[in-house]
């Protein structure tokens, strides 16, 4: 049996060379993009929608915190997160369309 190597049939030092071309890209999708246009003009209920009490701050300061940004796009927006210390935190800030609850199924 005769054992083919991609390098077979190249001479010289035994590289291989290739131009890859990439087409450029005008607009980029992230991931947070593709979320803010399905959210847009909907009511959406957004799950764990605090973050680490440490960055929050940095977070709003900056225009990226999540939460924010999704209330800003959707028609309504209500955030549900577990953890009390953020979002009563985050109620102090005076944002208010977040709730703490934990969910369980009920099977």
Known sequence: ?????????IRGNGSLQAEIRIPP???LKLRP??????AYNKKILHLGCTDHLSLI???IQNGVFI???LSRVASTCLGI?????????????????IITATLRNRA
Do not use: S
């Not at 049996?1 to 049939?9: E, H, P, R, V």
């Not at 997160?81 to 369309?97: A, G, P």
């Open 1 to 9: 049996m005769i054992q083919k190597t991609i390098l077979d049939g």
């Open 25 to 27: 890209q005008y607009e």
């Open 33 to 38: 993009n593709v979320i803010f246009n399905i």
């Open 57 to 59: 701050d940095n977070k």
């Open 67 to 69: 939460h924010q940004q």
């Open 81 to 97: 997160d577990i953890n009390t210390e953020t979002t009563e935190y985050l109620r102090k800030l005076n944002i208010e369309n």
